[in-house]
């Protein structure tokens, strides 16, 4: 796209540059087969599979969430979970995954120095409970007047020795994906309890968690499915590369086009320019919102 921007500028300009989207996975059960576009449409075509014939009792003698509600509740959790996989790129997963069962860090505890450190020693013994022998997690908070806030510094040792270091701060607890985490949190509070089990088709699986619930459900859905990832084009055969790369019918393609030339030109002079700390600033601060990253 460097190329083409800097050097044949006029081909982006009248629509001619298009960029192939082949599909990422093929799914094969039985004699039937299918093309999947990304890791989204592959959740929710095994999401789909798992939910058939899928019945989620809260306690032994509930009666059965199915249908709809189950549905809505399962693809809140697959949604957490993308947004989980998104952040864990700078926090760890550990720590996220707890953030969801936590009580919401609320604007007013936020306020009071003494709760945020109670809020952040429950997080740390939640978190150091699913860690194995020989790892821990240390959280030290600080409160600061510039930005008003707190700083929570997250360090994880193993065998005594730090292995990683994060900083959660007030800006992370505003943010919509830590509120959406909290939110579906809040939603699944206490709604298991003692006794609870999950059913498809006539097999039954005991969970204490909806975390369970669901990774039972896919890995049923994922029996008798043989699911293939391509790496690149390389890796498809002609009939395939034809399916689904060259076939006018049913490719999918997209078209490049410049829609603000002079924020188009900042950026490419940032990404691709000589000057090496603009382009760790823009990505440091962009890394969060990338929807679709080619590495």
């Known amino acids: 796209l460097t190329f083409f921007y800097r050097q044949m500028h006029e081909l982006i300009e009248r629509g001619y540059i298009y960029i192939a989207q082949p599909p990422l996975y093929k799914v094969k059960k039985g004699k039937q087969e299918q093309y999947v576009k990304d890791d989204a449409a592959l959740n929710a075509h095994l999401l789909n599979s798992a939910l058939e014939d899928a019945r989620l009792h809260v306690n032994a003698d509930a009666p059965a969430i199915t ?5 809505q509740l399962a693809e809140r959790y697959m949604a957490v979970m993308a947004a989980i996989r998104r952040l864990s790129r700078r926090y760890d997963p550990v720590i996220l995954e707890k953030l969801v069962y936590m009580p919401t860090l609320e604007a007013r505890i936020q306020q009071d120095a003494a709760q945020v450190a109670d809020w952040f020693n429950e997080l740390e013994q939640r978190a150091n409970a699913a860690l194995p022998p020989g790892q821990k997690f240390e959280i030290l908070v600080a409160l600061q007047t510039e930005p008003e806030g707190f700083v929570a510094n997250v360090v994880k040792r193993t065998h005594g020795i730090i292995a990683a270091e994060q900083r959660l701060s007030s ?25 609870a089990y999950v059913m498809r088709g006539e097999r039954k699986q005991d969970i204490a968690s909806f975390k369970q619930a669901i990774e039972w459900l896919l890995e049923q859905a994922r029996r008798g499915q043989h699911i293939q990832r391509y790496k690149g084009l ?22 490049v086009q410049i829609e603000d030339a002079v924020a188009a030109d900042e950026i490419f002079t940032t990404l691709m320019g000589d000057q090496v700390e603009p382009r760790r600033e823009f990505i440091e601060t962009n890394a969060l919102a990338v929807a679709n990253l080619d590495v």
Not at 67 to 71: D, K, P, W
Not at 174 to 195: I, K, N, P, T, V
Not at 234 to 255: F, K, S, V
């Open 67 to 71: 249908g709809t509600a189950l549905e």
């Open 171 to 195: 800006d992370f607890f505003a943010s919509g994906e830590y509120q959406r985490m909290a939110e579906f949190g809040r939603q699944l509070d206490g709604l298991l309890g003692a006794g």
């Open 234 to 255: 390389g890796e498809m055969n002609p009939e395939q590369l034809w399916e689904t790369t060259m076939n006018a019918e049913t490719r999918r393609l997209l078209r």
